[in-house]
C-alpha cells in the first residue's frame, strides 16, 4: 500500500476502491473512513524503527502510541490502538474512554499515557489505574500538578514535559503555548524527588506544526535531550524514555521515506547518549495526525455552476466550512480534487458549499482550481481524518442546518473487505429533537 491514491481510467481509486464506485453506491454528501489505512501507517511507522534500531544496535526500543484527540471515533482509535503500543490522552474524558479499550481488549501491558492539565478526577483515576495494574505514566506539566501528585503518597510512574518554543512558531505563537516546566521548575522537581514514592521515567516534549522542516526539528530533538534528558537521567537510573510528541512527518508526499528518517532519529539518540555518556532511551512518539489523516474522505457532487466571477463557481452538495474545520480555523494543508473524468479538459474554477455563507468556499492560492469539464462531476476532501469531528462535532446542528453526511466505514475482516453504514444521512426529524 506504498502508494495510498491512485488514478486508473480517469478516476481516483483510493485503499484500491473507485471512490466514484462508492459516491454512485452511498449517494452524497459522503464520508469514507479506510480503517485499513490507519493500521498500515501505524505498523508501517513500527517497522521502520524497529529495522533502524536493529541495523545501528540500538540499545532503546520505538514505542508508538496512538494519540486519540485527533480523532475520537471509536473504530478508528481501537484500530490504531491494536497495531500500537499504547495510547495517549489529554482529558479526564479521553481516560476513561481509552481505559475502555484496554478493557475490551485485555490489554494492560500496553503504554497509557497522559498529557493535558489534571484536574483531580483526572489524577484520582490516574492513580486508581496505575493500582490496578496499568502500564501508566502521568506527564507532570505544571508545579500544581507535582505537589498534589505528592500527596497520594503512592508509587506512581510519572514523566516531566518541559516547556521550549513551538517546533514552526511564528511570530507571537511561542507565547501561546502554555504547555511544559520552566527550567526552574524542571531543576525543583529533580532535586525533589528522591523525597516522593513517585517515579520518573519520562522526558517529554512537544514537536508540533503541520509541516516537516529537518533543521527545527533536530535543533529542537537536541535541545531537549541535552539540556533535560541528560540531566535527569544522571540523576535517576528510572529515567529511560525520551517522548517526542508529535512531530513526525506527515505522508502528504507519498515518496517520504521512513526508514531513512528512523535511522535519522535513531543515529542522532545513539550519538547524542554516547557524547553523553548516558544510556540510550527508548523513544516514544505519540501520534494522531500521522495515523489518522489519511484514513478519511470526503466526498461531494458539483450540483450547479454559477457565474458571478472571472471563473465559474462549481457549488456542491455539502459544506467545506462545516467539512474543513482545520484549513479554515488553523490553515492545515487539504487537498482538494475531482475524483472522476479526470482524463476530460481541465477549466479554472472556484468552489463553493451549498450553505448561505460567503465564507464557504475554495479556490487556493491561484485564486482558482482546475476541474474537469463534466456532466456529472465529484470532488473529494483528502486527508480529513484527524480533527475534523471534533473541531466541527458529530451528529449535532451544523451550520446552515445541512444534515451530517452518510458515514461509510471500510475494513479488511479474515481478507474481504467490508463496508458499514456507521451513520446514514442526518435527517430532518433528527435534528428538529436536537434543538
Known sequence: ME??????????YYNGTSLLDLALEYKTPLKVTFLDVIKYRVEKLKKSFDEAIKVLGYKGKFIYL???????GLKEVATAFKASDGLETSSYYDLLFSLKIF???SEKDKYLVLNGYK????????VKASLDGYNIVDIIDSLDEYERLKKYDKKLNVGLRVHIPSLYSEGDEEENDRFGLTDKEFDFILSDLKNTKLILSTIH??????????????????????????????????VINFDMGGGTPLPIDNGFDYLEWAKYVITLLKEEAKKYNVKEPNLISENGKYSQKDSTVNIYKVIARKNTS??????????????LPEMYALGEPIKIEAINDLDKNKVKVKLAGVTCDCDDVYFGKDGYVLMPESSELYIGLMGTGSY???????????????????????ETVDGKLVK??????QTIDEIMKLV
Open 3 to 12: 502508494k495510498i491514491e491512485c488514478i486508473q481510467h480517469g478516476a481516483i
Open 388 to 410: 475534523q469531528n471534533s473541531m466541527n462535532g458529530k451528529r449535532g446542528v451544523h451550520h446552515c442546518m445541512l444534515p451530517e453526511e452518510t458515514d461509510l466505514v471500510i
Open 66 to 72: 496512538n494519540a486519540n484527540k485527533a480523532n475520537y
Open 205 to 238: 516534549f512537544h514537536q508540533r506544526g503541520f509541516d516537516y522542516e529537518k533543521e527545527k526539528f533536530e535543533a529542537n530533538f537536541l535541545k531537549v535531550f541535552r539540556n533535560y534528558y541528560v540531566k535527569a537521567s544522571k540523576m535517576y537510573d528510572s
Open 310 to 323: 472571472e471563473y465559474p463557481w462549481y457549488v456542491v452538495d455539502g459544506s467545506l466550512l462545516i467539512a
Open 420 to 425: 458499514t453504514i456507521r451513520n446514514k444521512l
Open 119 to 126: 484536574q483531580d478526577d483526572y489524577l484520582d483515576s490516574f
Open 103 to 105: 478493557e475490551k481488549y
